[in-house]
């Protein structure tokens, strides 16, 4: 999969993310991702199948940093339903500061996946002038 074409669907499995979190909820977290994937790698573009996925999987856990504190806050605005889903549901809400911590796992896990795409590998050329 390429980064342009992240969706709802790849956010949800990579995330484990319920059905009930729509692609119209996920959609403004996954542009921001790709804006911020594409800002990230400047010029680079990635070549193969391995570097589109790492480049998608940044995608896709940068969008999910982005929605983790949305989400968190869409359902426990849903609490007073809760006793009612209980039995059908299994999110857990996190405390504010276990939230940042979240978002910062998927952001270093994103930056993780971008460390080698567009690299042409091999030695660096320098010019001293």
């Given amino acids: 999969m ?3 074409g992240v969706d709802g669907e ?3 499995s990579l995330g484990n993310l319920p059905e009930s979190v729509t692609d119209e909820l996920l959609a403004p977290h996954i542009d921001g991702a790709k ?3 594409g800002a990230l790698l400047g010029g680079r573009v990635p070549s193969g199948a391995t570097e589109e996925d790492r480049a998608a999987e940044a995608v896709g856990c940068f969008a999910i940093a982005y929605a983790l504190p949305v ?3 869409f359902y426990l605005s849903q609490a007073e339903r809760l006793p009612r889903t ?3 549901t299994d999110y857990v809400f996190h405390e504010p500061g276990e939230t940042l911590k979240l978002a910062q796992y998927w952001t270093s896990r ?3 996946a971008l460390r080698e ?3 042409a590998g091999g030695t660096v050329g ?4």
């Fill in 86 to 88: 209980a039995a059908q």
């Fill in 10 to 12: 790849f956010v949800r």
């Fill in 126 to 129: 320098v010019t001293v002038v």
């Fill in 35 to 37: 804006r911020k994937v």
């Fill in 117 to 119: 795409v567009g690299r």
């Fill in 110 to 112: 994103a930056y993780d």
């Fill in 2 to 4: 390429t980064a342009a």
């Fill in 71 to 73: 989400l968190n806050t």
